[in-house]
């Protein structure tokens, strides 16, 4: 079966747990076995015997079994939550992972708490689903097989009646099986929505609190959880329905065992003890034979996480070539096109060289495609451009541009963001390694005194960064890339939060620095032309109609 082969991977890298795990529940099983035909058997002992040693025996008996099983099931239940857990993030992150290098534009129209709360949901439905189901398929199987033929032995009509109880639940199932899976689809992607929207309002609280729009907010969940409820209550009624039909199907079973099980006692065809253990073995397999039936719902809600698992794992990575490079002399773009819709192209037939050693600042009215123009050459839209990007002699798809970004290209992002971590790890984050005097140095330069801050560099920065002003986030980036000593610098908007002396000192830095790297400041007023070795000017560069 597709899914265990694809969630054993995950399961199987704790294999000695696993392996506990397994012979506690054999064992288990086993014994459960044993209790009822020990007590059948204890019952007619006790109808003919008259000495007390053999009570003691089958009291210490139970009693050792009894401890066995509480110590048993504490370590059962203990390992398959260290399993589980360890399993499921494990798969997480490598969907996680897989999700991180797919191409940008797959991320259009998807909202991040949806994608969150759909893989972390869809990783624990399968991996429990296997956890749960892996021994129990065998065990329940066993079950069934050895209780029948044990049932046949002590009496053959009895356990023929039970027979056509199988193919009964087979067919409740085959009735189920297709509306189970696409209502619990349903279920599962209003869940997924309306755990986004709160995700959402949270993010923005900013936005609702200045607008005080906790109405509106209040509205936009309060619609979701309403379809989410609406289809939570649909799959329930076919849930319970299904379950419902299980459960009348074990009352009949149970009917035929008490009146055909009581003629054959009174007939003398079989003792109370036999009665006694041919009922509990008779609700065993019940058991077992609704576990199947459980089990096909199960599969079903596990086929649903399954399928969107692999959605998300099917598709292709964004392009990211092998070639490592270290340092970079140029980079050059020619005949560059690119559109983001079918309309209209935003760059066209574009050429441009950029140079060590040399700053760029590109212009252009909102919208005429700066930012655009940058994620073109730092490989972003490596999947979607025509034309030719080149570092140097390598053609940038050839390029391990993952490799180059982290350790070559710093980028001060027009909507600069923070990490939830102290400050120190802000100025540092994703850097193998810094000098600190380095820090203090561009610190001063950018006027940026972490001393001001209440816990100086260790200072917690907040989730949604409330704790320091717009300004101050800018230097914290702007700080970071200059300390990364990059081969490529690109400021997006750098002038755009701070005052007028910061915006100067941020040009000295530039011009101090200018000659180790290439430099593309963006900028659609003229802060930067003064410093600038070249304009580019994409108002200039007219969009063509495609
Ligand atoms: N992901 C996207 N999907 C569709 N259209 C987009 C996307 N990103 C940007 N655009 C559109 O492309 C055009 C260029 O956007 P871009 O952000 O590159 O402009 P810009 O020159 O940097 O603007 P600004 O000066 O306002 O920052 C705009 O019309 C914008 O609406």
Redesign the pocket.
Known sequence: MKIIKFTMTYVLKYKIYLLIFILLNFVSRALAIFFPYLTGNYIDILITANDFQIVTKITLIIITIGIFNMVSSFAQRYLNVKIQTKAMIDLNFDVLNHLLKMP??YF?NKNSGYLNHRINNDSSVVVNFLLDNLLNIVSNALTIIILFYISFTINVKMTLILIPVFPLYLFLYYIFRKPLYRRNYDLKEKQNIFFSKMNQHLQNVNIVKINATFTEAHEVISNSFKSMFKSLLSHTKLSLLFTNSNSFTMLVANGLIFFFGGREVIRGNMSVGEFTIIKSYFSMIMGSISYFLNFGESYQKALVSYDRLKQILDESKEINGNKKIFNISNIKLENVAFS??KSEK?ISNFNQKFKKGKVYCVI??????????I?LLLGIYNDYYDGKIHYDTNEIKNLDMYYIRKNFVGVCM?EPKTINSKLIENFTYGLEQYNFDNLSLILNKLKLDPAKFDNGLETIIDEASNNISGGEKLKINLARNFLKSPELLVL??PSSALDVESVDKLKDLIVETKLSRITII?S?DHDFINIADEVID?NKHKRNDI
């Open positions: 940008i534009r259009e983001y819709n935003i252009g009215s909102n919208g005429t495609g700066k930012s655009t123009l994620k027009q997006d908007e963006i659609h994409l």
